[in-house]
Structures are given as structure tokens and as C-alpha cells.
């Protein structure tokens, strides 16, 4: 299905060329559909890349990827439905203060490593944003929100359990913890790194590389950037406009996630030494089989599109013996 999957990237291409082209654009443009279409260019991208032909396997390195796209679907989500100017003012008043806060850390870091190269002044206020910015939080559900310079907007997860809880906030949860380990500090992930053998005196040997689990990364970024790819079409239709083409599209690139046989986990029965379901191995037809209704049902969306039998379905899988039958 990989393989299916690359030919609806490649089929889908003029359209995001044709989506990241601009001119003559007027100043009223509004920012919320520029973003929009701009994380949608930068999903493509990502996941161009990592279904490659070309020699790349470096796969480790960009996995954390995945938590820059989730976010900004979670947060474009959050936002999308505001008063247009309200949210055309909380999204620039945010990039004024995301400005502000990296000048500031700009400055103590030159400062104190490289403090003859001259860098823009400190001085830069932003006040009257940060108050707009909090204001508009407040008005919209978070009553007791407040800016600080780490804190331009509620935290993600609460975002994502407000959004569509026990849907977005289990995908961020997921997609979190998972990326989390290639960018802070993990004894799992390290120890992961090194592979060899037992000799018969009970003594390992081997090499220590994160390139050992190239083809596991590589799988992560491949489904779970497709997945994340997909979810821009539900979530945000208008800013995009796809035709009855890319809908297509994108729908058979739902379809071919939905048919791969195994999704990646983040800890996998092989590393805990545990027996790899027989599913995997002798009972791939009858695994088809059984969840081709859940297959054919959630082709259509994973998001917007039947909640309720979304979450049934995540039920049924893991209660009908079938996936992790031994």
C-alpha cells in the first residue's frame, strides 16, 4: 500500500504547486487561510520526502516532524471557527509575541557567546498585542488564561480535548509521545540504538548507531505523515478548495493507511520480547476481511466525519480478539 500511497503524492503535486503560488494578493487577504494552506504545504512536503525513491535514511532526525504538523492542525482547528477579525487578531497579535520572545533569547545567547556580531535591540515591546491576545483567549472559553513569554496560547492538549475529545487528543497524545523521544532526553531511545549478538559466554558485542532503525522510523514518518496529511482535507475545505479530484485522492490515500497491515507502535511487541501476533503472519487475508467495514466507513475521514462510529470501531478492534490474537 506504500507504494499506492506514493503515486497518489505524486498525482496530487500540481495541486499543491498550483497552492503555493501567489500574486497580487490584497493586504485584507485574510492570515488564518495563508497558515492554513502554508501547513498544508509544509504536511506535502514532509511527506514527499520520506516517501522518496532517492537515497535518504536519516529518518530519526525528522520523525519529530510529526509534532509541528499536529499542532498546527490542533491550532488552526482551535481558531477556525472565531470571529474573522477576532481571529485574524489573535493569530497576528501571537506571531508579534513569538517575535518579542525569540529577540529576547536572540540577544542573551549573542550576548553571551558571540557578543561583538550586532543583533536586533531587545528594546521591541509588544504590550498592547499580549493584551489582545489574552483577551481574545478569555472571550473565547479559556476565562482564566493569561500570556506569558512562554505561554502565547492555551496548551495544546487542553486545545485538542476541547476541539474532539477522545479523537484529537489521543492522536496528539500519540504523536507527542512518539516524537518526544527523538528530541528529549530517553534511556529507551538511546539503549534502542545499539544492536549485536550473545555469544555463548552470555557477553554482547554489536554497534551503537540510530541508523539501526531506519526502516522503523522511516515506516513512522510515512503512515503517520500520511495520516496527518489526510486530516487538512476534512478539518479546513474552504482555505483549501480541493477539487472532486484531490478529495479523491486523498481518500485513497486514507484507504491505502487504513489496508496497511501494521501500523507502527511506539513500543512494539519485538522489543518487549513478546510473541508477534499471528495476524501478522498467517492470517493476513482473515484480518482484511473482518475490518474491511471499518476500512470502507473511515476512508471517508478520521476526524469530522462519524465520531461516534469512529469510536466504536477503535472498540471493536481491540476487544474481538483479532488484533491481538496469539
Known amino acids: 500500500m506504500i507504494t499506492e500511497i506514493t503515486k497518489s503524492i505524486t498525482h496530487i503535486e500540481g495541486f499543491i504547486k498550483n497552492l503555493s503560488n501567489f500574486s497580487d494578493i490584497p493586504p485584507e487577504y485574510p492570515p488564518f487561510s495563508t497558515l492554513v494552506q502554508s501547513s498544508l504545504i509544509k504536511s506535502y ?19 519529530s516532524f510529526l509534532r509541528g504538523i499536529v499542532e498546527d492542525i ?23 509575541l513569538e517575535i ?18 550586532p543583533v536586533i535591540d531587545k528594546g521591541y515591546s509588544f504590550d ?25 496560547m492555551p ?3 487542553q486545545l485538542a480535548q476541547k476541539l474532539a475529545p477522545g479523537i484529537l487528543d489521543i492522536l496528539y497524545e500519540f504523536i507527542y509521545r512518539l516524537t518526544s523521544s527523538t528530541v528529549h532526553f530517553s534511556p529507551q531511545t538511546l539503549f534502542r540504538m545499539g544492536w549485536g549478538n550473545v555469544n555463548s559466554e552470555n557477553k554482547m558485542s554489536g554497534t551503537i548507531s540510530v541508523n539501526h532503525m531506519a526502516n522503523y522510523y522511516k515506516t513512522f514518518c510515512q ?20 477539487t472532486t479530484t484531490e478529495q479523491l485522492i486523498v481518500t485513497n490515500i486514507r484507504k491505502n493507511l487504513l489496508e496497511e497491515l501494521r501500523w507502527p ?27 474491511q467495514a471499518n476500512i470502507e466507513m473511515l476512508k471517508v475521514g478520521f476526524v469530522k466525519n462519524n ?8 472498540k471493536i478492534k481491540t476487544t474481538d480478539g483479532i488484533r491481538f490474537q496469539q
Not at 74 to 95: A, C, D, F, N, T
Request: a negative charge; aromatic letters at 18%.
Open 128 to 152: 498592547e498585542a499580549r493584551i489582545e491576545v489574552q483577551n481574545i483567549w478569555r472571550e473565547n472559553g479559556w476565562t482564566n488564561f493569561e500570556v506569558t513569554s512562554k505561554k502565547m
Open 155 to 157: 496548551p495544546t492538549i
Open 100 to 117: 518579542k520572545e525569540r529577540i529576547l533569547k536572540q540577544w542573551d545567547f549573542f550576548q553571551e557567546y558571540r557578543p561583538f556580531q
Open 265 to 291: 507502535e511506539m513500543i512494539t511487541f519485538e522489543e518487549m520480547n513478546l510473541q508477534v501476533p499471528k495476524v501478522y503472519h498467517d492470517q493476513i487475508l482473515t484480518y482484511g476481511i473482518i475490518h
Open 307 to 314: 465520531y461516534k462510529q469512529f469510536l466504536e470501531a477503535i
Open 223 to 242: 503512515i503517520y505523515g500520511a495520516l496527518l496529511f489526510s486530516f487538512y482535507f476534512e478539518l479546513f475545505p474552504e482555505e483549501i478548495d480541493a
Open 74 to 96: 490542533i491550532v488552526l482547528e482551535s481558531v477556525h471557527y472565531l470571529p474573522i477579525e477576532k481571529r485574524e487578531k489573535l493569530l497576528q497579535g501571537i506571531q508579534l
Open 45 to 63: 512536503e514532509f511527506i514527499k520526502l520520506v516517501y522518496s525513491n532517492e537515497k535518504f535514511d536519516s529518518y530519526f532526525f525528522v520523525t
